[in-house]
T-cell receptor
């Protein structure tokens, strides 16, 4: 069973462009989470999704950021009109079930650089 | 507000020496506790976790951690450090009532001297 897959691993965008980050969870892991790690900081929760549903987006910036986890295909984190402050590592995690039952396993991350 | 504190930003330890990394949290409810390790440019690897039961938990790579409710702590220990343990270590906490998200500490970077 392969681990959590994220692509691309590195992404460079100019200010104002769009960034699309993909996360393919492990087989049988239907709970997906996105976290952001700013330079020299810990990870901050952004959003929690299950198939076709956003369960908790309390950590997501109100503008320019969106996330989806369609019935088929990977979860997508989309950042519109990127700014330099969006430069960070974005990690996807997955689990089989809720936090109190199951562990979250992390992918390798996508490192976004905004020029 | 819920928070996780790792008081030590950097720790330098000699190879073969013992290591202890501190983690304190502030939550009203019983937390679920985790330690992850991150090597440079890599993702996070789970070292160990505490959900319930025995407060001393064993993890991978010879690490262990002890949950002390009275001190709101979950410190990570290793008796003898190897050069390959140089990495950044993150403590993370979750609470059922707060949903499924993890709250992370700021991390402790460990440097191992030969």
């Amino acid at each position: 069973n392969a681990g959590v897959m994220q692509n691309p691993r590195h992404l460079v965008r100019r200010r104002g462009q769009e960034a699309r980050l993909r996360c393919s969870p492990m087989k049988g892991h239907s709970h997906v989470y996105w976290y952001r790690q700013l330079p020299e900081e810990g990870l901050k929760f952004m959003v929690y999704l299950q198939k076709e549903n956003i369960i908790d987006e309390s950590g997501m910036p109100k503008e320019r950021f969106s996330a989806e986890f369609p019935k088929e295909g990977p979860s997508i984190l989309r950042i519109q009109q990127v700014v330099r402050g969006d430069s960070a590592a974005y990690f996807c995690a997955n689990s089989r079930g809720p936090l109190y039952q199951e562990t979250q396993y992390f992918g390798p991350g996508t490192r976004l650089l905004v020029l | 507000a819920q928070s996780v504190t790792q008081p030590d930003i950097h720790i330098t330890v000699s190879e073969g020496a013992s290591l202890e990394l501190r983690c304190n949290y502030s939550y009203g409810a019983t937390p679920y506790l985790f330690w992850y390790v991150q090597s440079p440019g890599q993702g996070l690897q789970l070292l160990l976790k505490y959900f319930s039961g025995d407060t001393l938990v064993q993890g991978i790579k010879g690490f262990e951690a002890e949950f002390k409710r009275s001190q709101s702590s979950f410190n990570l220990r290793k008796p003898s450090v190897h050069w390959s343990d140089a990495a950044e270590y993150f403590c993370a906490v979750g609470v059922k009532a707060a949903g499924n998200k993890l709250t992370f500490g700021g991390g402790t970077r460990v440097l191992v001297k030969p």
